[in-house]
């Protein structure tokens, strides 16, 4: 168990529409990261929120905004939605593992993720 | 240029048996860490192993160790006396810079998918 939780598991939306996706993990977690995960692909990185502000983004349009709340859950917002949007929508929750090799490295917990249908 | 290449898109095991999923990966930055993790049907990403670039042994979870080649650029994951609930999809992913609770961005490869046999 991650302790992270995603809501709603499944998700049908008509292109054009507006979605938004929710994320929930454990307290302390400060930092959120949003992926999207096409059919057969690796994950790709949609952004990073740390104590409530964006402090990295990947090669994702404006129409994907997001939010993080103090009570450590956080929204991924899609705007305009477009065919393409069809994917699993994966947050993930940073936290200190302590490694193997005896350094403590940040590393991303996965919640069980959103799969949204764009029809 | 990938900066995560996985070459197997699939691989066969027989249960109880070794296998080795293959990575191989691309950055100028001395500093970075090499993550696997197991997808299952079900969708979720579990995370299996950690390997950061200044790591002097090669990284151990139970039946998951990592042979890091730094030279070679290479990042295999081992997966000792295999079970038929190691069937599901392998990530190798990469995070570029010290981490920590700076921008953490995963880089995932395309996955290899694994099928253990009885």
């Known amino acids: 168990e991650t302790g992270v939780t995603q809501s709603p598991t499944h998700l049908i939306k008509t292109r054009g529409q507006q979605v938004t996706l929710r994320c929930s993990s454990q307290?302390?977690?400060?930092?959120v990261s949003w992926y999207q995960q096409a059919l057969g692909q690796g994950p790709q990185f949609i952004f990073q929120?740390?104590?409530?502000?964006?402090?990295g983004r990947g090669n994702f349009p404006p129409r994907f905004s997001g939010l993080q709340f103090p009570n450590y859950s956080s929204e991924l917002n899609v705007n305009a939605l477009e065919l393409d949007d069809s994917a699993l929508y994966l947050c993930?929750?940073?936290?200190?593992?302590?490694?193997?090799?005896?350094?403590?490295?940040?590393?991303?917990?996965f919640g069980p993720g959103t799969r949204l249908l764009v029809l | 240029a990938q900066k995560i290449t996985q070459t197997q898109p699939g691989m066969f095991v027989q249960e109880k048996e070794a296998v080795t999923l293959d990575c191989t990966y691309d950055?100028?930055?001395?500093?970075?860490?090499l993550f696997w993790y197991k997808q299952p049907s079900s969708g979720e990403m579990i995370f299996l192993i950690y390997?950061?670039?200044?790591?002097?042994q090669n990284a151990t979870e139970g039946r998951y160790s990592l042979n890091f080649q730094k030279a070679r650029k290479s990042a295999n994951l081992v997966i000792s006396a295999s079970q038929l609930g190691d069937s599901a999809m392998y990530f190798c992913?990469?995070?570029?810079?010290?981490?920590?609770?700076?921008?953490?961005?995963?880089?995932f490869g395309q996955g290899t998918i694994l099928t253990v046999h009885p």
């Open positions: 390997q950061g670039s200044y790591d002097q």
């Open positions: 993930a929750s940073s936290f200190p593992l302590l490694t193997s090799g005896g350094s403590l490295q940040e590393t991303q917990y």
């Open positions: 950055t100028s930055d001395p500093s970075y860490g």
């Open positions: 992913a990469m995070r570029e810079g010290q981490g920590g609770t700076s921008y953490g961005k995963l880089t």
């Open positions: 929120y740390y104590r409530e502000e964006e402090n």
């Open positions: 307290s302390g977690h400060n930092t």
